[in-house]
């Protein structure tokens, strides 16, 4: 289970992403933009290998990555 300080900083992160999408779309850091949801989410545990079949130090390993928040443009 990932701890509640570290699942709302994986949130904010997640938010930030998703809003720089809607800057991005078209553009040529659309790519960048998408990896940070993409990481977001997997550190998230919403997509990526189900923590079922991770072991606890896996899934400790995915949410512990680093999923910086997107500079505000």
Known sequence: MIPDERRAELQRALMGWRRAVRTARGTDDEPRVRAGVQAAKVAL??????????????????????VPVPKAT
């Open 45 to 66: 545990g919403e997509r990526g290998t189900p923590w079922w079949e991770q072991s606890e130090d896996g899934r400790r390993a995915r949410w512990q990555a680093d």
